[in-house]
């Protein structure tokens, strides 16, 4: 979905709103590399936990910001947010 309003005409100039978007894209692809990296690593064993931790905190993450959106707030994560902030400021 962040790929949508990041390409829409609509939002191109709303900075709060490609904020958002570009957030929730870096919080997506955090998501992918959990996945696709750090599982399979962690198949076996008491390992699983971290990549369950980590599952947990990205979704309380996505959660967190979705209420922030709502309410018109805009809130820095560490790491997503620089790497947000950077995104909206080149384009």
């Known amino acids: 979905m962040a790929i949508v309003v990041l390409a829409s005409d609509r939002f191109r100039r709303d900075l709060f709103v490609r904020f ?3 957030q929730a894209l870096y919080l997506f692809v955090a998501w992918l590399m959990d996945d696709w990296v750090i599982r399979p690593m962690m198949r076996f064993g008491p390992n699983l936990q971290v990549h369950h931790l980590i599952q947990a ?3 309380g ?3 967190f910001m979705m209420v922030k959106a709502s309410h ?3 809130y820095h994560l560490p790491i997503f947010g620089e790497l947000a902030q950077k995104s909206v400021v080149e384009n």
């Open 20 to 22: 958002h978007g570009f």
């Open 57 to 59: 905190v990205l979704l």
């Open 61 to 63: 993450m996505s959660i």
């Open 72 to 74: 018109n707030e805009t």
